[in-house]
């Protein structure tokens, strides 16, 4: 049985290794791709797909809120089935194991991503003609899902303080008064008007986990930004932006072209 298949992924090297999995498998159609939660709604929309592999930290719209979208828009139509992609949450790990919904941990492995295909393939067998057990319907899954995750959500504390480290000294410090952190070779920088230090955090994912997601904003892979500490959007080459912070060094630091939308939205731009 052959299925057609969409992969949503804010990385391009990811949706590539995907692709080049599931092409081995010899029956699996990848009608598109896209790069972010907005172009998954609408791809989703228009193809139709049996399957669909979809990131779950994307910029715009992420996996759960693309989710939510299709949920809203639906009315009543099914959702193909869903193949959540994550290298970092693991409460959504086990979200998605408490409510059979299949997931892939990056980077990809090749037996998983075939265990997860063939898993698609027997519900979307379940769920055909002639089926002799109904299964739980991937609507309701979903809903489920998501009322899980927003209940985590809702639950979880984003501490007033972070803990940096500047020099031999670790420093308490408000999440207000921090300008914007970035990560390079695997080092995570925290500036903030009048101290710059490293946090503990293996990822700007992780960090981000413990700020308030109003206030914190992915502008760009490499960078997490306070909007209350933006000092100018500064028009850049090609349509694209860079945003100079209110640090000792105004800061300029680029918005990715996936963010550019966001970028609008915040600032009726």
Not at 102 to 128: H, I, N, S
Not at 153 to 179: E, F, M, N, T, Y
């Amino acid at each position: 049985m052959s299925i057609t298949a969409l992969i949503v992924d804010d990385e391009e090297l990811a949706r590539e290794e995907l692709k080049y999995l599931l092409d081995t498998t010899g029956s699996v159609d990848v009608l598109a791709e896209g790069k972010n939660g907005v172009e998954a709604v609408d791809l989703i929309r228009t193809h139709h797909p049996d399957v669909v592999f979809l990131d779950v930290q994307m910029p715009g719209l992420d996996g759960f809120a693309v989710l939510k979208k299709l949920l809203e828009l639906g009315k009543g139509e099914p959702l193909p089935q869903i193949i959540f992609a994550t290298a970092y949450d693991q409460y959504a790990v086990r979200a998605f194991d408490v409510n059979a919904i299949d997931y892939l941990l990056k980077p990809f492995d090749r037996d998983r991503v075939l265990q997860a295909v063939e898993r698609a393939r027997l519900r979307l067998q379940d769920a055909g003609p002639g089926a002799e057990a109904k299964p739980v319907p991937a609507d309701l899954r979903v809903e489920t899902l998501l009322k899980l995750i927003e209940q985590h959500q809702s639950a979880k504390p984003h501490s007033g303080k972070i803990v940096l480290q500047a020099g031999s000294r670790l420093l308490l410090i408000d999440q207000k008064d921090i300008c914007f952190a970035s990560i390079d070779d695997g080092v995570i920088s925290v500036v903030t008007p009048s101290i710059e230090g490293q946090s503990k955090c293996r990822t700007l994912e992780e960090l981000f986990d413990l700020l308030d997601p109003s206030v914190f904003w992915r502008a760009h892979r490499s960078f997490l930004v306070n909007i209350n500490h933006i000092r100018e959007v500064v028009p850049w080459f090609k349509s694209s932006y860079q945003l100079r912070m209110a640090d000792k060094k105004q800061t300029e630091i680029p918005v990715s072209r996936a963010q550019t939308r966001r970028l609008r939205e915040l600032f009726n731009l």
